[in-house]
C-alpha cells in the first residue's frame, strides 16, 4: 500500500515537473513546506498563510495572500477568487517567483518576463478591471509608506497621487488640467517598467524558502 502511493506521488510530481519546470526534488520540498501551512490538509486557506509570522509587517500582506487565490494566476481564465487551493495550484503560482532557466532564447525569457510583470500587475490590480488605478496604486504607495512610520497618511497620499501624475505623464504624455486619468493598463505597466530587473526582485522569502534558489532543472 505505501508503495503504492509513493508511486502515484512520484507519478503526480513528474508530472508537475514536466509542466512547470522543478526539478522532482524541488518540487517534494515546496511540497513539504505547503503540508506545513495546511497542516497536513489537502488544501491551503487563506487563513493559513495569513498565520504566517513574516508576513504580519509586510506593507503588501494582503496583495501577497490574496495573489495565491487569484483566478487569474491560477490559469483558470477568468476574473475573482478561490477560497482554497491545492499543491498544484500552490505549485502554479510560486513558478512566477522562479529565476527564469538557463538556455532560454530571446523570446522565450521575454514571454517569461512579460508573465512574472502580469502577475505583478494582477497584485495590485485588485478588482480585476485589468487597470490599476488612482485609489489602487495610492493604497499600496499609502501602506509602503505609512508602514515605514517616518511620515503621515497625508503626507503618503500626496506623494502617492503625485506619483501616479508622473505616471500619467509617462504613458500619456501632457494631460490637460481637467482630463481625468483612468490609471495604469498592463501596456502602461510593461512600459514603466521596462528597465526593471524583475529577475533580482521576486523572490519568495516568508515561506521560509529562498525561490531565486529555485532554478528549473536538476538542483545540483
Do not use: W
Amino acid at each position: 500500500m505505501g508503495a503504492s502511493q509513493s508511486a502515484g506521488t512520484e507519478h503526480e510530481f513528474q508530472d508537475l515537473a514536466d509542466r512547470t519546470g522543478f526539478s522532482l526534488e524541488q518540487i517534494g520540498n515546496i511540497n513539504k513546506r505547503f503540508r506545513q501551512l495546511s497542516n497536513n490538509e489537502e488544501t491551503l486557506s487563506r487563513e493559513d498563510l495569513a498565520s504566517i509570522p513574516a508576513l504580519d509587517n509586510n506593507p503588501i500582506r494582503a496583495q501577497i495572500i490574496n495573489a495565491f487565490f487569484d483566478k487569474r494566476n491560477l490559469h483558470q481564465n477568468e476574473t475573482g477568487t478561490v477560497q482554497e487551493i491545492g499543491f498544484e495550484e500552490f505549485l502554479m503560482v510560486m513558478t512566477h517567483f522562479r529565476p527564469a532557466p538557463m538556455g532560454l532564447t530571446e523570446e522565450e525569457r521575454e514571454n517569461l518576463r512579460r508573465e512574472k510583470l502580469r502577475f505583478l500587475f494582477n497584485m495590485h490590480d485588485t478588482d480585476s478591471d485589468g487597470t490599476i488605478n488612482l485609489e489602487e496604486y495610492r493604497r499600496v504607495v499609502e501602506e509602503l509608506l505609512s508602514k515605514a512610520g517616518t511620515i503621515g497618511q497625508e503626507t503618503a497620499k500626496a506623494i502617492a497621487d503625485a506619483a501616479m501624475l508622473e505616471v500619467a505623464s509617462t504613458t500619456r504624455g501632457k494631460m490637460e488640467p481637467d482630463e481625468f486619468y483612468e490609471g495604469i493598463t498592463f501596456e502602461n505597466f510593461l512600459q514603466i517598467l521596462n528597465t526593471f530587473d524583475i529577475e533580482t526582485r521576486m523572490h519568495v522569502r516568508f515561506l521560509h524558502m529562498d525561490t531565486a534558489t529555485l532554478r528549473c532543472g536538476k538542483s545540483k
